[in-house]
């Protein structure tokens, strides 16, 4: 259950008032995310996603806000925060800060093949693109900062094979930084279910509220890693041409540097140790009411074991 | 027809390169419109309508433009402005200012019965509850300024009935300013050809290169004076059903004030005003190209006479 924080119709009722979008016509809570709040609320205008923000603070909720808001008046499309009658995106709802933003069409693909992977990569692309115009500043909350904080706190709870392979990795990845890649806003946490397709068409990127300023590269190396598998549940290999539709594609609008090809097998590991991590962090240390959700870390220490290992060959476009 | 510059594909796809929008797939000019030269314009990512203007320049257009992103981050549904990777809303192409905005579902409706009349006003105050904290300031290209301008140059074409119902009009209305009434950014234009419905829906209010900054109540009167008649070829009274709808609606949102309701009858005549000098310029002293499309002068004098008649009684709300 992801409701932490009950809203009432006749709540939502009220609050609406504070915006120019008519009447409530329905409000339904959704059962998925594990971080805040969310109901889809249909009023007289349209389609909207209420969230509640159980962690984000007023004081960091602004970056995403904005660039949501950002991305989606460059035609990228994303979620587009809706501004009161104040003007303002953010409010408060039952003591939480709360937002709604658009609720667009379309439904996940959990196996998707060339095609999807093919837009994916040229909407990332221009996702990097027109994120570059953006003057929000965020370090990427699951940085190496936070990579440092969090693996001594999960290590203890692994075995000494994993706990081999945790430090080995934090020893490599301190020894990689990148500090000539291109930066920029990066959504950082583009799986497959952050994604809708409609008609065949990828319809929306939603939740950013993992988005960061980081390099652009690490956000196409998260989603090599969820959505180029062979298998995501039993082979996490990549498969050859899906990653290659991906990387093309993305290529295609946003060539890659020298220096990116260089760090890319670098990235594909710090992407796989940073959803470990946060996996390990969840299923070990949850929060109350979050268990239920927690994934199974195993998926990304697998992933991180693979893209570590001394055979491994990155792929790369073309 | 209403291409002035034409836009070959070529140049339009090197153009597009400056948008995250991806490839160009097709562009279709638009015949209608008699101000701007209009293009359909689809890419990998959407549909878009491209403009060019031909007579506003890059000092107003900012007005409209950012009028229109602030309409519709509010969840109004108008054109939203796609910002290029400078982050700009207005570009140059062909020697023509021009922007690109979001091309909204839906089909006008010509004979719109109560249920239209009623989302229309609803809309119509939502519009402008959500225009009331935009920050920019424009005065109504067509309001009393403009008329002062106006009438002495269309006036020879009249005969002398016509003369002496124009100069009474521009007398009375002389005599009435309002500086009490509500007042801010109003679309000024919002005929039916100007709305969209999808599935009985208000899908979209467009062409919003007529609105600047007037009283609210005399975008009410434009819009009862089109949406609202007995039958728009025949009949120009209102028909009480339609027009007690539309009002309704709108005091629902936005309740009108005491100084509103007094204002009212002559607003109407103004909004008659408006259009009838603009039909009779665009008429008497088209700009080449322009004469295939200019409406009939004829239909708002007689809305005009009909709501200066000493009998007319002016409907309310209620």
Redesign the interface.
């Known amino acids: 259950m992801s409701v932490f924080t009950p809203v009432s119709e006749s709540q939502l009722a009220g609050w609406l008032k504070r ?4 009447a409530l016509v329905k409000l339904e809570p959704i059962a998925a995310g594990i971080e805040n709040t969310n109901y889809f609320v249909t009023t ?3 389609a ?1 996603v209420l969230t509640l923000f159980e962690k984000l603070t007023a004081k960091e909720l602004p970056f995403y806000l904005n660039l949501m ?2 991305l ?6 994303c979620p ?8 303002q995106y953010l409010g408060e709802l039952n003591g939480k800060p709360a937002a709604l933003v658009t609720r667009l069409p379309g439904k996940s693909v959990m196996k998707p093949g060339r095609g999807e992977c093919a837009q994916l990569g ?1 909407l990332l692309a ?2 990097h ?2 994120g ?2 953006y003057p929000g500043f965020l370090e990427n909350p699951r940085g190496p900062r936070w990579w440092k904080e969090t693996a001594p706190r999960v290590r203890p709870f692994l075995d000494a094979g994993r706990q081999a392979l945790l430090d080995a990795e934090m020893a490599f990845q301190g020894l990689h930084r990148f500090p000539d890649l291109p930066r920029g806003p990066v959504h950082g946490d583009l799986f497959r279910d952050n994604a809708l397709f409609d008609a065949g068409r990828l319809s929306a990127v939603f939740d950013y509220y993992f988005a960061g300023v980081d390099v652009l590269l690490f956000d196409v190396a998260v989603c090599a890693n969820d959505w180029c598998l062979v298998d995501a549940a039993r082979d996490r290999r990549f498969d050859p041409e899906l990653v290659n539709a991906f990387l093309s594609e993305y290529a295609a ?1 946003r060539p890659f540097t020298p220096a990116e090809r260089e760090a890319w097998p670098t990235l594909l590991r710090a992407a796989a140790l940073r959803f470990w991590l946060s996996r390990l962090y969840d299923f070990h240390l949850p929060r109350p009411g979050e268990l239920v959700h927690a994934h199974d870390p195993e998926h990304f220490r697998e992933i991180l074991a693979l893209r570590a290992s001394p055979g491994f060959a990155a792929p790369w476009a073309g």
């Open positions: 915006y120019s979008l008519g007289a205008q349209g909207y808001a950002h989606a008046r460059h035609g990228i499309p587009a925060p809706i501004a009161d009658l104040d003007d040229a221009r996702m693109l027109a570059r115009s609008v």
